[in-house]
């Protein structure tokens, strides 16, 4: 069974950073991307960000560009979001995904727990 695991969320003033980290625990397992999803109260689940895991294509929501970066460290089979210039709307709780593509969330099937953002302004 593989599991993702998510670390780094927590509270921040606005204009400041946060990393979130997610590496899959459980069985050796290799997924075609990975990305972070997030889910405000009361909004539906969007798309942050993704990586091909194998040539680290990233893209990004319109939200986030300039302000957040995806990474992955396949050595350690690790990926990152550095997020930067936090605001309030960032606020929500941040999901790790994994599978063959990362796009649609009905179609994704692996989750990390989720962690906290809250950015106070």
């Known amino acids: 069974q593989v599991q993702l695991v998510e670390s780094g969320g927590g509270l921040v003033q606005a204009g400041g950073s946060l990393r979130l980290s997610c590496a899959p625990s459980g069985r050796s397992f290799s997924f075609g991307a990975m990305g972070w999803f997030r889910q405000a109260p009361g909004k539906e689940r969007e798309l942050v960000a993704t990586i091909s895991w194998s040539g680290g294509t990233a893209y990004y929501a319109d939200s986030v560009k300039g302000r957040f970066t995806i990474s992955r460290d396949i050595a350690k089979n690790t990926m990152y979001l550095q997020m930067n210039s936090l605001k309030p709307e960032d606020t929500a709780v941040y999901y790790c995904?994994?599978?063959?593509?990362?796009?649609?969330?009905?179609?994704?099937?692996?989750w990390g727990q989720g962690t906290q953002v809250t950015v106070a302004s």
């Open positions: 995904a994994a599978d063959t593509v990362v796009a649609d969330p009905k179609a994704v099937g692996f």
